[in-house]
């Protein structure tokens, strides 16, 4: 599937913690490259803590800090990027909803003598750790005329990272939850409404998976807006055994007829 390469870009990524502190620097150095108006947001209502220090993209001087406002100050300062950030978790439809409407800019594009009005290109990466808020993903996906949406989730060993794609209101790629079902079914809640408890417990994932899927969101985003094309639709992996499946998009071919 091919993409613009002139169009500008408006990154959302949800979550900032295991997969997303490891996206951050990644994507900021990508966006740093390009030769066009990019913006990306963090958004995560998390705050560092003692034992997130083993497997995630912080160090003990950010202890206490809340991990969005860390990683955009930090990585924003390093490639003199404008960047944003929402110290809370997203969990409203009209706030979400808000954070993916695309600006307009004036600007030069192939075919034209003159500027023309040019809405952002829209990407929203899912790095949360719980499915209520893949399901208010999934539910602004199928309300967008046109947006990308890449969820990353992994395990302690494996994970995936779907990527959906919809364009002129009609759906290309399919999302997360078409791909894997189960997401849909409202089984967990919101962080915010985790009792101390509850939030204290957390399925197990390990540093490699979470590089693993990482890795993986930042080449799919790479290859949409460094390369402007995509055929990758999702990605299973395992870190036990260092593999690595991509699912193409299936392309038809037709037999010719002989004349």
Request: charged share 20%; glycine share 8%; with cysteine.
């Amino acid at each position: 599937m091919k993409f613009s390469m002139t169009r500008p870009v408006k990154i959302v990524m949800l979550g900032a913690g295991g997969t997303g502190g490891h996206i951050a620097p990644h994507l900021y150095r990508l966006l740093y490259s390009l030769k066009r108006p990019v913006r990306f947001i963090l958004c995560d209502g998390d705050v560092v803590e003692e034992k997130n220090l083993v497997r995630q993209n912080f160090t003990p001087a950010d202890l206490g800090e809340n991990k969005a406002k860390v990683l955009a100050e930090r990585y924003s300062a390093v490639f003199g990027l404008e960047t944003e950030y929402v110290p809370s978790f997203v969990e409203d439809e009209d706030q979400l909803g808000s954070l993916l409407e695309p600006g307009y800019l004036w600007m030069r594009q192939p075919g034209h003598a003159y500027n023309v009005r040019v809405s952002e290109l829209v990407i929203l990466i899912g790095a949360v750790d719980n499915n209520k808020s893949r399901q208010l993903c999934h539910r602004m996906f199928y309300r967008a005329t046109e947006l990308i949406y890449i969820d990353s989730g992994n395990g302690e060993f494996t994970g995936q990272v779907v990527c959906g794609v919809r364009r002129g209101g009609k759906t290309y790629y399919p999302p997360i939850g078409i791909v894997y079902p189960d997401v849909l079914v409202e089984t967990d809640k919101f962080p915010t409404e985790l009792s101390c408890a509850e939030a204290s417990v957390s399925a197990p994932q390990s540093m490699a998976a979470n590089i693993t899927a990482a890795t993986i969101v930042v080449d799919m985003v790479y290859n949409i807006l460094a390369t402007g094309s995509s055929t990758v639709r999702k990605v299973t992996f395992s870190t036990q055994t260092v593999n690595v499946r991509p699912e193409l998009q299936k392309t038809s071919t037709r037999r010719k007829q002989a004349a």
